[in-house]
């Protein structure tokens, strides 16, 4: 059965450095999301992207983070300057078109020390 | 803003008991997902309900449009259905690729032998 797919599963950063978060969507998906969930706390939405270019965006999205789709199978999230509350389970997900339900990426888990 | 509440926090049951976990939203919405998360942190789905009921095996989801709420029923309990269940709603107010979910803090049942 197709899946969500991420990388890397665990990424360790000092604070200030640049890091990529990288998701494969099932291939016939059209909509991608990105969510996070800081330990402890619940699932937050991030983003939504279709069509090459963000749907929606939350108030956590400023302008440290940015998203990208550079070729027809990856989905990136990019923190420009990580800080030590990035700290967190990033996931992915995407669904196809017409339908409402979306597939989870099993996480990466960003620490910023 | 949509807010999602669900109850309880925390439960624990004996294996083969009957399970409820509830899920109440304060604006309308288009869908409402049932997700899983185990210890390892990887999200699934469950179910997505926009009306009346659905089945899958042991786990049967509800959901009243009026009221507002939904329900997650486990029958049969075992410990392996051990995990975080998680409601989250698309909310009416979002449209075309613009539909991030906003999620419950999430029930944390554990099924003891």
């Known amino acids: 059965e197709p899946e969500v797919t991420q990388t890397p599963s665990h990424q360790v950063t000092q604070m200030g450095q640049e890091v990529i978060l990288r998701c494969v969507p099932i291939?016939?998906?059209?909509?991608f999301y990105w969510y996070r969930q800081i330990l402890g706390q619940k699932v937050e939405f991030l983003v939504s992207f279709y069509n090459n270019e963000i749907s929606e965006k939350s108030e956590i999205f400023d302008d440290q983070f940015s998203v990208e789709r550079p070729d027809g199978s990856n989905f990136t999230l990019k923190i420009r300057s990580t800080k030590l509350e990035d700290s967190a389970m990033y996931f992915c997900?995407?669904?196809?078109?017409?339908?409402?339900?979306?597939?989870f990426g099993p996480g990466t888990r960003l620490t910023v020390t | 803003k949509n807010e999602v509440e669900q109850s309880p926090q925390n439960l624990t049951a004996q294996e083969g008991e009957f399970i409820t976990i509830n899920c109440s939203y304060s604006v309308g919405i288009s869908a409402l997902h049932w997700l899983q998360q185990h210890p390892g942190g990887g999200i699934v789905s469950l179910f997505m309900l926009s009306s009346g009921k659905k089945k899958h095996g042991r786990l049967i989801a509800t959901i009243n449009i009026q009221e507002k709420h939904s329900s997650l029923h486990i029958t049969a309990s075992h410990p392996r259905d051990s995990a975080v269940y998680i409601c989250a709603v698309r909310s009416t107010l979002s449209g075309g690729g613009a539909d991030g979910l906003t999620f419950g803090k999430g029930t944390h049942l554990i099924i003891q032998p």
């Open positions: 997900a995407s669904r196809v078109a017409g339908a409402h339900e979306q597939y």
């Open positions: 291939s016939n998906h059209l909509y």
